[in-house]
């Protein structure tokens, strides 16, 4: 007997892997049939959430019997979701997506086609913001970036941490050494040291035989107190 046969094919166009899922019921004439990823089905139900790679696709075929076109399915609460990583930070400095901070990373399962907008923000201690990456590939230098959800996605912000210099003068009657990230000892003349804001240095006195150690002097003439001294930029 003459069947006439239907193919309803459900694609995932977006650009990485998708997950596809469904909801679906049923009207069955007698001799028609019904299948879903070539499974045959035969009462209302849902379809197994499936991940497509981009171009993978699930067809639905349908079949009456003597060309009736009795037969059919209705899906609903269809949905193709993409899971989009937002990375921790990276470097000093924070942001948000769609208004919400993100610290640690987190990982979103959204509808394909779903719209962000992230804003990076450098730490206020002169750090300076560096990009938008995913992965290794920089994909924006803008602090603010807007996005569709196009399938498997990940992005994190870099920033990079702003240098501070400070100038060690000699005193009278002795030396001292400074101790951080390297070791230097300031005798008879001034040295400079250049590092990323927030390097902690610790200054040791080293008086002259006969001579006590009082106090340090800063550059806006603020006498600090500790021996040794430390503190950060």
């Known amino acids: 007997s003459e069947t006439a046969t239907d193919t309803l094919t459900l694609t995932n166009s977006s650009a990485g892997m998708a997950t596809l899922s469904f909801s679906y019921s049923l009207s069955i004439d007698d001799g028609g049939s019904v299948t879903i990823d070539g499974e045959a089905v035969t009462s209302n139900g849902s379809f197994t959430p499936k991940e497509l790679s981009p171009n993978d696709y699930v067809k639905i075929v349908i079949t009456s019997p003597n060309g009736s076109g009795n037969t ?43 719209a962000y907008t992230l804003v990076a923000t450098p730490s206020a201690d ?51 050494t400074v101790s951080g990230s390297d070791t230097f000892t300031i005798v008879d003349s001034a040295q400079s040291s250049t590092k990323t804001t927030g390097s902690s240095y610790t200054l040791t006195p080293q008086p002259d ?13 603020n006498r600090l107190s500790g021996n040794p001294y430390k503190f950060a930029t």
């Open 126 to 176: 002169g750090a300076t913001f560096q990009g938008w990456y995913s992965g290794a590939t920089k994909v924006s230098g803008d602090t603010t970036y807007s996005f569709t959800n196009n399938g498997a996605y990940s992005i994190y912000p870099k920033f990079a941490a702003s240098d501070a210099t400070v100038t060690f003068y000699p005193g009278a009657h002795g030396s001292y």
């Open 209 to 221: 035989e006969g001579y006590m150690f009082y106090y340090w002097v800063d550059s806006k003439g």
């Open 72 to 114: 059919s399915i209705t899906i609903s609460n269809l949905s193709l979701k993409g899971k989009v990583t937002f990375g921790a930070p990276d470097g000093p400095g924070t942001y948000t997506v769609n208004g919400v901070g993100i610290t640690a990373a987190t990982t979103k399962d959204d509808p394909v086609g779903m």
